[in-house]
């Protein structure tokens, strides 16, 4: 398969990939605190971010495709909301998956949620935090991940190269973590 991370290995981030940080203090790293897989995941501590709107991304390593019938991204997530999910009057922690063919300099969105669709908790009872707390969101269980699955086939030519980025919008919310980061084609 193409491109399969686990962040196992203690390199941050790993060989081939690439993070383009938003200059603050939090961006996407290792942590060993949650995995959905073995002991390791990553994840961007947004709980901690004051900076409203930044951008963080994390890039995949380029991934050479000949002539595939389909090539998928699946990923595991865990997000909890710092509010309530369906707020509109505040703005939410966002995750997006972008795909680029030339590096960056240009990209497509192929996957985008926030709130409600992001959260992997019961929306209705988002997690409560004491005012000491330094840490936020941190997934104790299976049931508080969930796997997506993304059909790029339409977007990747054949024999190209493309990266996946995960972007990571700030609004002060709460921790967002990655596992089973898979790209792969059938």
Partial sequence: DPAKEGFEQTVFPPANWFVASSGSAYTWERNIRAANEKTASAWIRNYRFTSAGKKDDLFSPLVQVASPDSVYLKF???HASRRFPGSTGVPLDTLEV???TD???TTRSVYKKWGEDLTTLDPNFPPSFSSTDTVGFVPTSGNQWRTEWIDLTKFVPANS?????????????NNTFLDKIDISTI
């Fill in 76 to 78: 595991d997530l865990a």
């Fill in 103 to 105: 590096c960056g300099k």
């Fill in 161 to 173: 190269k493309f990266q996946v980025i995960f972007r990571s919008t700030s609004n002060r919310g």
């Fill in 98 to 100: 972008l795909l680029t």
